[in-house]
Nanobody, 123 residues
Framework: QVVLVESGGGLVQAGGSLRLSCASS????????MGWFRQAPGKEREFVAV????????NYEDSVKARFTISRDNNKNTVYLQMDSLKPEDTAVYYC????????????????WGQGTQVTVSS
């Protein structure tokens, strides 16, 4: 029902910045809390950030809290992840996800997922 498409990934030097975008096909985008997750080789999928339906609340994983910013534009059906001060350990495939209603940091509670976009941070 809801198709999510990430973009903006790429190769960046440590200390650099990258902005990821996730475009949604949802007819009513504000029905969904939106999250970002990431998965590095050999590791489990990890929560990164989540934003509430109207953008009033945000949660972050501790290691990115001071460096990443999640935002959304419901008029454009798009959620963003601004990543600053990137570190090599941020290297992963980044996924956006949607769930009806409130925020969650648990991947299994999300109903819709994008295809992922690769972020590689070189030292």
């Amino acid at each position: 029902q809801v198709v999510l498409v990430e973009s903006g990934g790429g190769l960046v030097q440590a200390g650099g910045s990258l902005r990821l975008s996730c475009a949604s096909s949802a007819s009513t985008f504000s029905r969904y809390a939106m999250g970002w997750f990431r998965q590095a080789p050999g590791k489990e999928r990890e929560f990164v950030a989540v934003i509430s339906r109207y953008g009033g609340s945000r949660n972050y994983e501790d290691s990115v809290k001071a460096r990443f910013t999640i935002s959304r534009d419901n008029n454009k059906n798009t959620v963003y992840l601004q990543m600053d001060s990137l570190k090599p350990e941020d290297t992963a495939v980044y996924y956006c996800a949607a769930r009806t209603g409130g925020m969650s940091n648990s991947a299994h509670e999300y109903e819709y997922w994008g295809q992922g976009t690769q972020v590689t941070v070189s030292s």
